[in-house]
């Protein structure tokens, strides 16, 4: 037994000499049981949180302020004005605060306790302490505490102008999760009720055997991993504490409240175990998700946990666990027609973490299982053979409680291929400017294509079936292929279409031979000329025709037609002459 006690008193002169910080803990003497008092759960215990600036409103004295209660953190007023009177030091009465800057005058502007809630463990023992001080005299202030509607009378403080601290227990009923501590405003020494009852350093403590870890179990209906306002506690959760050495030390269930809280616990790293209550209905939310310890979820998904208890007096109030529903949902892989095989995705939360992946089977399905609520994509990694990859991710939601799966529809479109026209002369040689028209086996026109400087012409995106090529003008200088060639895009085409046409070279026309005229047989009568009849010569006569047709006439008509005309020149000429003599 002496050893023993020499060790707790070893552990308490060591917290001494390293201290605590500003954490509000006070030992006892009865080391031996190992008993402290931890502070919980008060806020704004000496009214040091006070917005003066947007809520306040001047009482008429240096440093006094009406504040609504809206401006003084936690703290609630039944003053039909709903203001609280806030006091600071250097006011115009010289009264200091008990501790800090600020205190609060319980007569307001109009009478009204003042009153703060907290969250409470059925069955735990609180400590209660306050400094009260009279004003002008004895004034008078009464402790309440219980259920917000169903106040006890605790103490009565009558105190003159000096502060004065009061404190007690109190043991939290069964099935009491939530406590008000009250302080009502009794009389003042002049009877004014709205002069008097200063209060300040409202402190309340549990009352644990050793170091505390413990907190909280709720139900994430969003699925985000944080505290939200509204969502509900999380009742009968067992958790189980391990050493670090995976031996089971104790086992907790949340209380109505959801909370759970080991005491007596020596400093070391521990191991917490939140045992899921219906692992086909449950999961545990996203881990240490939103950056706020005191709201986040700390097990991961199979509920586990690990945390380090610094001293003996350590309050470590903030291993909570979110539980939530699952949910499920289908992809159904299809290419409009048909079901696919094959496919794969990776399925993807709200932060774009890869949850799970997943292939669809024979019949184009596959079912993504376990999902908590909250927004999915499904993006496909690998598109089944002969299709071509979905590009855009598909969003899908989650909901919380949900009971049927989500179908999820992703279609895939036919991998498409190409076809590369050659087109070559006699000497295969390339020739540019053939343009060619594509069109499927059934008669649908898909364009023209024309062939380059190096004599190829390409079309692209041609889903897997049966096409004609034709073509509609030759190059320059050689005959139109008049045969149409068919070709076929396969199915998972891997690399183009090769087709060759060959084109043969145009015949040269032949060039025209110029019109010869013909002499006539005869002449029409004597002294004048009659003129040839002309005829055009073509390509088609032959050489005979032609020497016949242009036989000379009898050499005696020839002459006797020039002396006619010769002398009848005369005539004229010697006419002309006389004439002009006379």
């Known amino acids: 037994m002496l050893k023993e006690n020499l060790k707790w008193l070893f552990i308490a002169v060591l917290f001494l000499v390293v201290g605590f910080g500003s954490m509000k803990a006070e030992a006892t003497s009865d080391f031996s049981d190992n008993n402290w008092k931890i502070s919980w759960l008060i806020k704004n215990a000496d009214f040091e949180a006070v917005d003066i600036a947007d809520f306040g409103v001047h009482a008429g004295s240096p440093n006094v302020w009406y504040v609504d209660q809206e401006g003084v953190e936690a703290w609630g007023t039944s003053n039909p004005s709903g203001r609280i009177e ?44 306050f400094a009260h001080r009279g004003r002008s005299g004895v004034d008078s202030a009464e402790l309440l505490i219980g259920a917000p509607d169903n106040l006890a009378p605790i103490l009565l403080a009558s105190d003159d102008q000096e502060w004065r601290t009061y404190s007690g227990t109190y043991v939290v009923p069964a099935g009491q999760t939530h406590t008000r501590l009250t302080f009502a405003p009794i009389s003042t020494s002049t009877g004014n009720l709205t002069i008097g009852n200063f209060l300040d350093d409202i402190n309340l403590y549990i009352n644990i055997a050793g170091a505390q870890l413990g907190d909280y179990v709720w139900h994430d209906e969003n699925g985000n991993g944080v505290q939200d306002n509204g969502e509900s506690p999380a009742p009968g959760v067992e958790v189980k504490l391990y050493d670090n050495q995976g031996s089971l030390l104790q086992t907790q269930t949340t209380n109505d409240l959801g909370g759970y809280l080991f005491s007596g616990l020596l400093p070391g790293n521990y191991g917490i175990s939140f045992v899921n209550p ?92 376990d999902l908590i609520p909250g927004t999915y994509t499904a993006k496909e990694t690998t598109a089944p053979v002969g299709y071509q990859l979905q590009p855009q991710p598909i969003s899908f939601k989650i909901v919380y409680e949900q009971t049927t799966p989500i179908e999820v529809n992703v279609t895939n ?20 400017n053939a343009i060619f ?24 995106g041609l889903v897997p079936g049966d096409y004609i090529l034709t073509e509609v003008t030759a190059p320059e200088g050689y005959e139109r292929s ?51 009849a002309r005829t055009s010569v073509t390509s088609e006569i032959s050489a005979t025709d032609t020497s016949a047709r242009l036989t000379k006439l009898p050499a005696t008509g020839e002459k006797s037609e020039c002396l006619l005309i010769l002398l ?14 006379k």
């Open 278 to 369: 219906d692992p086909s209905h449950y999961a545990f939310t996203k881990q240490k998700s939103g950056g706020d310890s005191a709201r986040d979820s700390d097990p991961n998904k199979n509920g586990l946990a690990t945390i380090s208890v610094p001293t003996i007096r350590s309050e470590v109030i903030s291993m909570d666990a979110g539980l939530t529903t699952i949910g499920s949902a289908i992809i159904h892989k299809t290419d409009g027609t048909k079901n696919l095989a094959g496919a794969s995705f990776n399925i993807l939360d709200s932060d774009g973490k890869i949850v799970t992946n997943t292939t669809t089977d024979t019949s184009g399905i596959s079912m993504v299982n």
């Open 413 to 432: 479109q036919l991998k498409t291929g190409s076809v590369n026209v050659h087109k070559v002369g006699e000497q295969n040689q390339a020739l540019p």
């Open 437 to 460: 028209e594509v069109m499927t086996k059934s008669g649908e026109d898909l364009g023209t294509i024309t062939t380059n400087k190096s004599g190829i012409a390409t079309m692209s």
């Open 86 to 129: 806030v006091w600071q030091n250097g006011n115009g009465q010289g009264v200091p605060a008990y501790s800090g800057n600020n205190f609060i005058e319980l007569n307001s502007d109009g009478p009204g306790p003042v009153y703060q809630d907290i969250k409470t463990i059925p069955g735990s023992t609180l400590t209660w302490s």
């Open 568 to 581: 009848g020149t005369l005539a004229l000429t010697s006419s002309f002459y006389l004439t002009r003599r």
């Open 482 to 532: 008049a045969k149409p060639s068919p070709f076929t895009i396969p199915f998972n085409p891997t690399q183009p279409v090769e087709l060759t046409i060959k084109n043969k070279t145009a015949p040269i026309p032949p060039t025209p031979k110029p019109n010869i005229p013909l002499k006539p047989s005869t002449p029409s009568k004597a002294g004048t000329i009659t003129p040839v």
